[in-house]
């Protein structure tokens, strides 16, 4: 089996699908803008080749490497990043290539959130009004009939970048004289923020999920720049696991990592926020396995290789993220902490550039049975001076 992997070395723990991928027995070709000698020495020993672009973005010269592993190893089998930037262009490719997995139509429905909007809809899944904002006539009907505050979001985002939220008639006018296209207006829904995460087999089949909770939504993190926390639940509260496999169905997930999000009004009233066909982001993969002491990158890879769906797990800790920001005065410092939380850290490391807008400067990831104590040990994490 040829599997294409594009951006191997990024997110920085990628590199896990390609050697999970080699052991499996695939032969692994990697598309990257680094050079291969900066590549980490695992990633370098599982890829058969490897082909540098200028650019990632520049999809002619990503259809020309795919075109050259084609000439030298055969039909490609697979094309995949896991990675928000890239779905297009893996969608794009694996059309032209008549490769298994998510074509662009797809796309229309599961990364626009006006196509989430109306999948949940048909699957009779609850989730906020919205409408596209065509123009000022429609913005000003919708808010008439639901009220402030309403939500603005591109249509096709990553994250909540250039999400902001609208509390009043003069946010409003500001907005709408101001307002790109390709934007929608959405209700805005107050509660818990959690996710049901997992992963499926080819067949549709969950073969892994959990749920985690988070300290915020992403806008708020975003635009105020607050700390970042989320951990997992051993149990999944019932009616989210009702509706993450109610919504993993009507989108059709297949041999795809899934992240779903909601909003809990309470315990029993839940309404979906979108759907991301991609692993959750962040070391969250890592966090999966560290709370259920597994290996998903091996089980995707098996899975992809195989058609495997024979899994087993047990979640046996909450896992957690916490996360410091550059420029705030806490009250421990950095070895003071691990002193105090240090038999709960199962890993700390820098956040990447490209993530830290979302998830902070600096992750610990925190591991125990007891929620209780890993709430604890967030709050040492977070606790300014």
Partial sequence: MNVVFISPNFPPTW???CTALQQAGATVLG???SPYDELRPELRAALTEYFRVPAMGDYDAMLRACGFFTHRHGKIDRIESHTEFWLGIDARLREDFNVFGQKPHDLEINRRKTGMKRRFIKAGIPCADGVLATDATVVRRFVAEHGYPVIFKPDQGVGAADTFKVAGDEQLDAV????????MVEKALSGDLLSFDGLTARDGSIVFRTAHHFSAGIMETVNERRHLHYYSLRDIPPELERLGRKTVAAFDVRERFFHIEF???DPSTYHALEINVRPPGGFSLDMMNYACD???FRWWAESVVHDRRDFSFERKYHA???SRRHGVNYRFGHEQLLAEIGP???NHLAIPDALSGAMGNYAYLLRSPDQG???????KVEATA
């Fill in 15 to 17: 590199f896990n699908f």
């Fill in 31 to 33: 598309i990257g803008d």
């Fill in 176 to 183: 709408l004289g101001n307002l790109p296209p390709g934007y």
């Fill in 263 to 265: 909003f809990r009004r």
């Fill in 294 to 296: 597994i290996d998903l």
């Fill in 320 to 322: 957690a993220h916490a």
């Fill in 344 to 346: 709960l850290v199962v």
């Fill in 373 to 379: 104590e890993i709430l604890e040990a967030i709050a």
